[in-house]
Each structure stands twice: as C-alpha cells, then as structure tokens.
C-alpha cells in the first residue's frame, strides 16, 4: 500500500502543540515550548513529588528498559488495609510533563475529604511528549503496548484496584483525550469510563484534506492504514454494540478553544451513534485542562461518582446538553430597594435562580448573584469580566469560588462581552467606546453595588470588587468615581492608560482612587502590558493609596486561569487585611 502523508493532521498537531503550551509553561515555568515538545521522548520522566504522590518504575519488555509513572494514592489507602479502589488512567497532551499533577492531585484530595467523590487511585501516564498514544511507526516508542500490555496489568498486581472495567477510567487532554477516546473505545473491554477533555480528534477526511511531509506524523503513523487502525471516530463505530450502554463517556472543551469545533464533531458523532454521553463547552475556557474542571465545577465528580455507580449509563435518558447548569448557592429571596443617583438606580430588577436582569438609566442589561448559606450579613464583591467573557462563564466561575469564602457574589454583563475588535489596551481604534471603563460600563457596575446594598443580608459598608482584564479597567474606573464606595479591589492582567480615550481609564483618573488595590499581573501579558499596571501603582503611591502588585514572571494575560491558586489565595488574603473576611 502506497504510504501517504496526512497534512491536515499535521497542521491541527501544531494547533494543538501550540495551545498545550499555554499549560506547559505555567506548570514548568517558561521551560516549556517547542523545544521540549520537540525533544527525544524519554521513557524515565523526571520525578514530580506532592502530597499523596508516588515517582514509581516498573521493567517494561517493550520499552526494553523501565518505565516510569506518577500515582495518586487517596488519602486512606493505607488504613483501609481491606479498600480496593478505582483506577483513573490520565493521559497528557502534547509536550505534556507531569509538573502540574501536584494541582490536579490536590484537587482529588478536597473532593474525596468533602464527599464529592469516591476515593480512588490515578495513574499519570508517560506519553512520550507526542506519542499519540499509539505504538510509533518507527519502533521506538511503543507507548499502547506499554500501557495497555504492561502498565495497567503492573498497577492491578502492586495495588489495591478494582480490576473490573467498571472500575477503571480513561481521562485524556488534547492529545490525551484524543488518546483517551482511542484506548477507550478500542479496549472496551477495559475501560468503563471515558472522558474526552479538549480532544485533538482527528479523523481521516481532515488528515486526507492536503498532503505534505509531516514529520509528527510520519514518525507516529507512517501510513494511512495504521492511522485507521487507531482512528477514534472509526473504533467508536466499530465497537459500537460493546460500548453503547456499558461505557460512561464526556467530552469538555473551551469555547475558546481551537479544538472546540473538532469536539463538536464528535460529540455529533456520538448522538447519531445513540451513544449516551455528556457534552460540556466551558465559556471563554482556553486550551488548558485548568479551565475545563474550573468550569465544570462539582459536575466533574458528579459525573465520575455516577459513572463509578454505573448510572451515567444506566438510563436511556438523552446526551447532557452544552453549557449545563453549574451547581446554585441559594438565590437571593428579595428584590433591592435601594435608591441611588439619576441614571443608576436598577429598576425593574427580576431574579430566577442565579439570574438576574434589570435596567440602569433605562437600559436594560443582566447577570448573575450566588449567596452563602444562611441570612448574613454578609460582605459582598462585584465581579467584572473581560472581552469575550460574561457573567454566566467568567463570573459564574469565579463567584463559586468566592462565594465559600462567605462573599454574596454579583457579576454582571458587559458591553465588551462579545468578541470581534482587536485585543488589547493600547491603541484607541482597538475596540468600541462603550468597552471597558466606558460610562455605560460604569453606570451598570454602580447599579450591581446598589443592588447589593439593597439586600437584607448584605452588610453595606463591606463591599469590595475584582476584575479581570477589562473587568480590572471597569474597577479601576468605578473606584476613581466612586472614592468612598469599596472597601478593597484586586485586578489581574490589567492597569491604566496614559491618557483618556483608551478602554483602561486614565493615569489622571485613577489619581482619584483611595480603595486599597491588589494588581496581579503576568510577567510576559501580551494584551495588557505589564507597564500599565506599573503605571496604576505609581498613582497609588504617589497618593498614598494602600496597595501592592505582584509580577508572575513568565506568565501569560489569563493568569486567573495558569496561576488559579495564587490568584484566589492572594485576592483571599488581601480582602481579609483589609476586614471584608475574617482571616
């Protein structure tokens, strides 16, 4: 047979090389790139050490040499002497490490103490940065036989496992997903779960659309025959009558994702295969796992709880739908009362669940609120979004979060919550004069704090806000109008400009702020550069204005999402010192 090189495929490895990297290099700081992606795969990964986590090696016969993997073992698994335990096989993407398992480890061990899931065992695959998880055309890495062959029987032999396909997943990213879809639908026999996050799934018309002389491909696949072989959109077909009502399986991609409409596809795919399956799109959510479980939320666990028990595929119930409603604090029981200023008092003001709508001045606009439990008083925040965001996905994400720490959370939509002009701060053509700190923006931002003065169980004089981006443009503006207003405000990825005319306010302007501020802004932010934010500190300082601004170096504009953590704990800690919060 005639070996012929797929090009298409090539080009969308690249897209995907290119967007694994956003998570690389925050997890590996700035030691990620093409030249890691592009180096020799070694079969012994550095050790990543964390709580709960274990660098392990076993003698592989294929490899000819050991191996190495990285496993979580839950918190009670040595006193439960008498537990066996699921598996979760996680695949990495492209260029992937395992140096930002520490995270996602520290996240299982919250869910498994708070209930949310049932402990369980995972297993952190080496994927030989871009094997694609499959035995490569030129013999060297034979990554499936690995793992399928050696690895899985080496885990069910050294642990306490569940060793049934009902206990075992298969969860993926980029690479990953489109490997977890292969080896879930390849080996049903061994695989329960599958959970697609972000999959680079590529099948042959796309690979077929163009030719060159790939090199990814050529050393992976060679052939088209062995691409078909491992091909995800033709083994679901294949397998079809032993993974229809036996197999629980999701896919997650970000609406900002480049990949997002491939996953489409094959979420298409699968409702015309009658194939039972959940489909989530996260908002706004970039090529990077973080975002995807950040957006999902407690579904995450609700979905492996359900798939571990066999209900995720127990129904004849149809597919979830995109966009799927987050889990809701409890709504607010009354309408605000408040009176304030001509032109920002919010009439009209209607509430369903945790959505809002109301109008400012006569316009209309919405958003969304989350309360704690129980009748306060509660401190409050305003939360603002970026370009492209909105409060049902910026806000949203953000609120439940903040929400635990006892804050009764607003978030309203912007005029600059679609996309379609240039990013960035800089140039005044960039963008509409209604985006970022514009009046119009300004007057529903003071509407959002006069809903909140206006609920029984808000405390009125501890109100803060946090913004991102242009969100971080409309805080910066609504403290300069309204000096006396908020108690403490932090921004990430934004700052000022030097002169009015810009959607980030004014030098001149912010010079009227006296709300202590939290600027936290990434090292290498090619949106709103890293000056801008400098700028607002110089202003704060001059006026003695308490601040501090923290620089995270090699980072990004969407550090909200590469230094999650951080971001949260610092934003935590700063509206504690100033008596929002009790420490």
Request: proline share 8%; net charge positive.
């Amino acid at each position: 047979m005639k070996r012929i090189l797929l090009p298409a495929l090539s080009l969308l490895l690249t897209i995907a090389l290119a967007a694994d990297a956003q998570f690389e290099k925050g997890a590996r700081k700035g030691k990620g790139g093409p030249g890691a992606r592009n180096a020799e795969p070694q079969w012994l990964m550095p050790p990543v050490t964390g709580p709960n986590l274990h660098y392990k090696t076993f003698a592989s016969k294929a490899a000819a040499t050991n191996v190495s993997y990285l496993i979580y073992l839950p918190p009670d698994y040595e006193t439960a002497r008498e537990r066996r335990y699921p598996v979760m096989y996680w695949l990495h993407g492209i260029g992937g490490s395992q140096q930002g398992v520490p995270m996602m480890a520290e996240r299982f061990t919250k869910a498994i103490a708070a209930g949310k899931t049932p402990p369980m065992i995972v297993v952190y695959v080496n994927g030989m940065i871009r094997s694609s998880y499959v035995d490569s055309a030129n013999g060297k890495w034979p990554v499936e036989t690995v793992t399928i062959k050696e690895l899985i029987p080496h885990i069910d032999q050294t642990y306490r496992t569940q060793t049934g396909r009902e206990g075992r997943i298969v969860e993926g990213f980029s690479m990953g997903g489109s490997g977890a879809a292969k080896w879930g639908f390849k080996y049903p026999e061994l695989f329960g779960t599958v959970s697609i996050l972000a999959g680079a799934l590529f099948d042959n018309a796309e690979a077929m659309s163009r030719r060159d002389s790939g090199k990814s491909f050529q050393e992976i696949y060679g052939t088209t025959e062995r691409f078909d072989a491992s091909n995800p959109w033709k083994l679901v077909e294949k397998n079809l009558d032993q993974i229809r009502g036996r197999t629980a399986i999701r896919i997650v991609v970000g609406g900002n994702d480049p990949l997002k409409t491939t996953n489409e596809r094959y979420h298409a795919l699968l409702e015309r295969l009658g194939l039972k399956h959940e489909f989530h799109i996260i908002p706004d959510a970039i090529h990077s796992p973080n975002p995807l479980y950040e957006g999902l939320g407690d579904k995450n666990w609700d979905f492996l709880r359900a798939a571990l028990t066999g209900k995720a595929v127990s129904s004849a119930a149809a597919p979830q739908a995109a966009h799927a409603p987050i889990p809701k604090a409890e709504p607010p029981p009354t309408t605000p009362t408040a009176q304030t200023e001509a032109g920002t008092k919010p009439g009209h003001f209607q509430l369903s669940g945790e959505r809002w709508t109301c109008d400012a001045g006569g316009q209309p606009f919405s958003g969304i609120l989350l309360k704690p439990d129980g009748n306060g008083p509660f401190p409050a925040v305003l939360i603002s979004h970026g370009l492209g965001g909105s409060a049902e996905s910026f806000g949203l994400n953000k609120a439940r979060e903040m929400v635990r720490w006892g804050f009764v959370c607003i978030a309203p939509n912007y005029t600059h919550n679609v996309r379609g002009a240039t990013r960035g701060g800089g140039q005044r053509s960039a963008h509409p004069p209604d985006y970022g700190a514009s009046e119009e923006n300004i007057r529903r931002a003071r509407a959002c704090v006069e809903i909140l003065r206006g609920l029984p169980y808000v405390d009125g004089k501890r109100i803060a806000a946090y913004g991102h981006s242009m969100g971080g443009f409309v805080t910066i503006g609504l403290a300069a109008a309204e000096p006396t207003l908020l108690k403490a405000a932090a921004i990430t990825g934004s700052g000022v400009a030097p002169q009015a005319g810009y959607p980030a306010p004014s030098a001149e302007l912010a010079a009227k702020i006296r709300t202590p501020f939290l600027i936290l802004h990434g090292g290498n932010d090619p949106v709103v550069r890293p000056e801008q934010s400098a700028s607002l500190k110089e202003v704060l300082n001059r006026n003695r204005v308490p601040n501090e601004r923290r620089v995270f170096d090699g980072e990004g504009h969407a550090i909200d999402q590469s230094k999650r953590e951080e971001v949260f704990g610092a934003v935590r800690d700063w509206f504690c010192r100033h008596g929002l919060l009790q420490p």
